[in-house]
C-alpha cells in the first residue's frame, strides 16, 4: 500500500528555516522531518512512498541519493568509471519523487500522482507533522466506513494556560490544557482512488472543495486520535518537537 506525502508547499510560517530548505527538510534530531514521518510509516509495514515535490524538491532528491550512498558499503573503481554497492544499511524503502509543480494547491499535487498510484486505496499525509497513530488500525477503520476518505481527527494542546473566573477570583487554573474539545483534521488519511474525481485541476485544495464535497456527499469519516499529534507550523512547533526528541522518548519513535 502506498503512503503518498505532500512535501511541494512554501512553508511560509517557518521562513526561518523554510528560505533555505523544503519544509519537510527541517530537522529534527539530526534528521530531516520528511525522513521521521516516514520511519513511522515504516515501522509499521508501509514501505512504498510517493513524495509530491514543489518548492526547492531538488533538495529533497538530492538528499535521497546522497542517504542511499552514504549508509551504503561501495568499491570504487576509478579506472574503469564503477561503482559497485556491496551492501547497505538503508531502509526497505521505495521512494518515488515526483515534481508535481512549485505552485500548485494540495489537491491539485494528489491528482498529479494519480497514475503512480493506479485503482488501490492509499495513505496521505503531510510532510510537517508526526504522531503515534496505528496506520493499521486507521485502514481497518477505514475499510468498515463506506467512505471514500478518512481522516485522522485529533484535539491538539491548547497554547495558554486556561482558567476559570468568577467575580474576580480565579478558581482553577491549567497551564496549556487540552484544546477546547474541536476536532480538527490531523493530517493523516486514508483515501480510495474515487476521490481523484473530486479534484479538479493544479488550482484544487483539497482541504476546500474536495473534502467538503466529499462531506457533503457522506463519504468522508474520521478516525478519532487520542495520543500524541504535533505539526511543524512555525519555529514554535520545531523547538518544541527537538525537546520531545531529546527527551530519549519521542511519542512518535516506534522503530
Known amino acids: 500500500m502506498k503512503t503518498v506525502i505532500l512535501a511541494g508547499g512554501f512553508g511560509t510560517r517557518l521562513s526561518e528555516e523554510t528560505s533555505v530548505l523544503p519544509k519537510p527538510m527541517v530537522e529534527i534530531g539530526g534528521r530531516p522531518l520528511l525522513w521521521h514521518i ?3 510509516y515504516s515501522s509499521q509495514g508501509f514501505n512504498d512512498f510517493i513524495i509530491c515535490l514543489g518548492y526547492k524538491g ?3 532528491k538530492q538528499f535521497f541519493m546522497d542517504y542511499y550512498m552514504l549508509k551504503s558499503d561501495l568499491r570504487i573503481d576509478m579506472k574503469h568509471n564503477n561503482i559497485e554497492v556491496l551492501k547497505n544499511n538503508v531502509e526497505p524503502w521505495k521512494v518515488t519523487l515526483v515534481d508535481t509543480g512549485q505552485n500548485t494547491m494540495t489537491g491539485g ?6 497514475d503512480y498510484i493506479g485503482e488501490e486505496p492509499f495513505f496521505l499525509t503531510y510532510g510537517d507533522g508526526v504522531s503515534d497513530v496505528d496506520f493499521n488500525e486507521l485502514l481497518s477503520f477505514h475499510k468498515n466506513q463506506n467512505s471514500y476518505a478518512t481522516l485522522t481527527a485529533v484535539q491538539p494542546p491548547g497554547r495558554y494556560g486556561a482558567f476559570t473566573l468568577e467575580s474576580d477570583k480565579i478558581m482553577s487554573f491549567r497551564e496549556k490544557p487540552k484544546g477546547d474539545s474541536a476536532w480538527i483534521n490531523g493530517g493523516f488519511f486514508v483515501l480510495e482512488p474515487q476521490i481523484f474525481d473530486y479534484i479538479s485541476d493544479d488550482s484544487t485544495v483539497w482541504e476546500r472543495e474536495p473534502m467538503e464535497k466529499l462531506a ?3 463519504k468522508l469519516s474520521a478516525y478519532k486520535h487520542n495520543k500524541y499529534w504535533q505539526s511543524m507550523d512555525s519555529l514554535r512547533d520545531k523547538k518544541v518537537l ?3 526528541w531529546n527527551s530519549g522518548n519521542p511519542h512518535w519513535k516506534s522503530w
Open 38 to 40: 516516514m520511519k513511522m
Open 216 to 218: 457533503h456527499d457522506g
Open 109 to 114: 499535487r494528489i491528482k498529479r500522482v494519480k
Open 58 to 60: 531538488h533538495v529533497i
Open 242 to 244: 527537538e525537546q520531545v
